[in-house]
DNA sequence: CGGACAACCTGGCGGC
DNA sequence: TGCCGCCAGGTTGTCC
């Protein structure tokens, strides 16, 4: 589900309701969430401590806590929530992960797939180390994105959903992006025009921002922390579109498989030459 | 470095 | 209605 736009604004619907709070009891049904250290460790650990800020890193959920970072990742159909302790818990029969807070409410992370995974650690070095530049920051810059391109030769799509190329894009702003630069996601990285690489810096930025002013995409399994959808869905200009004319042009929008995953561009505006 | 593919899981959907 | 295969927004590891 959740790429950088729809976790960031998960980070921003839970932060108000985490921030000063204090961890008093951790609750799982599933080991597999708990990706380090193990179960009984993670719960010795994290009890008693509080939140101090939440904020977001790629598709990580980031919150800083006295001693450690509390570290979730949503993969595929994650869901993360804020509700009151009392609040059924056959309401959503696909929570894996509980803290109790000393508020009287607890967190919450629903994973249908149980890709998803938590962490405890004192070191976000060893979740975070290896990740690319944060494309929404100023510190990305074009001058950046050049750099990082020099030297690669691969299909321009999967390069984009390289973590440690760049962070957070997935495969619904990388189409959406690919789109309005005009390019071909099965082009090489290395046959752009300085032209197509600047449009392609702006509208990887264009694109998650607008995710994010949509609140995300809820096509399907993401939500919002208050449990109602984005909104992001609805302006879509390929994904998922397959067989609807391209605004741009009228030509029907394709989907193909590229490095595997479902890929979706318009061959009259994305053409890949010859 | 690049690419293909399997794994990790469950549910929805189309086809027969 | 039932069963089967395929698909799904992510990431990691293996093998060539």
């Keep these: 589900m959740p790429e950088l736009p729809e976790v960031e604004t998960v980070v921003r619907g839970i932060k108000p309701s985490l921030v000063g709070r204090r961890v008093?009891?951790?609750?799982?049904?599933?080991?597999?969430?708990?990706?380090?250290?193990?179960?009984?460790?993670?719960?010795?650990?994290?009890?008693?401590?509080?939140?101090?800020?939440?904020?977001?890193?790629?598709?990580?959920?980031?919150?800083?806590?006295?001693?450690?970072?509390?570290?979730?990742?949503?993969?595929?159909?994650?869901?993360?929530?804020?509700v009151p302790a009392e609040n059924d818990y056959d309401a959503d029969k696909w929570v894996h992960f509980r803290l109790q807070l000393d508020d009287?409410?607890?967190?919450?992370?629903?994973?249908?797939?149980?890709?998803?995974?938590?962490?405890?650690?004192?070191?976000?070095?060893?979740?975070?180390?290896?990740?690319?530049?944060?494309p929404l920051e100023d510190s990305f810059s074009l001058d950046v994105f050049e750099e990082r391109l020099a030297g690669r030769s691969k299909m321009i799509k999967p390069l984009l959903l390289d973590q440690?190329?760049?962070?957070?894009?997935?495969?619904?702003?990388a189409d959406e992006s690919l789109h309005m630069a005009g390019i071909h996601p099965k082009r090489r990285s290395n046959s752009l025009t300085d032209d197509e690489v600047q449009a392609l810096h702006g509208t990887v930025r264009a694109a998650l921002q607008k995710g994010i002013d949509q609140e995300g995409a809820s096509f399907s399994w993401y939500r919002k922390p208050d449990g109602e959808p984005g909104a992001m869905h609805k302006h879509f200009?390929?994904?998922?579109?397959?067989?609807?004319?391209?605004?741009?042009?009228?030509?029907?929008v394709e989907k193909i498989r590229v490095a595997q995953r479902g890929t979706h561009f318009c061959p009259a505006c994305q053409p890949l030459g010859s």
């Excluded at 904020?55 to 800083?64: F, G, L, M, Q, T």
């Excluded at 962490?119 to 944060?134: C, M, Q, R, S, V």
């Excluded at 440690?164 to 702003?173: K, L």
């Design 104 to 134: 009287g409410t607890q967190l919450r992370f629903s994973d249908m797939r149980k890709f998803g995974k938590v962490y405890l650690t004192n070191d976000i070095k060893t979740i975070t180390g290896k990740l690319g530049p944060e």
């Design 237 to 252: 200009l390929v994904f998922r579109r397959e067989g609807e004319p391209c605004y741009n042009c009228g030509t029907m």
């Design 24 to 82: 008093e009891e951790m609750w799982h049904d599933w080991d597999k969430t708990i990706h380090s250290p193990t179960p009984d460790e993670f719960a010795a650990r994290i009890v008693g401590q509080r939140f101090q800020n939440v904020r977001r890193r790629a598709k990580y959920i980031i919150c800083e806590l006295d001693n450690d970072f509390l570290v979730i990742h949503l993969k595929m159909t994650g869901r993360l929530y804020v």
């Design 164 to 173: 440690t190329f760049v962070a957070g894009v997935g495969n619904i702003y």
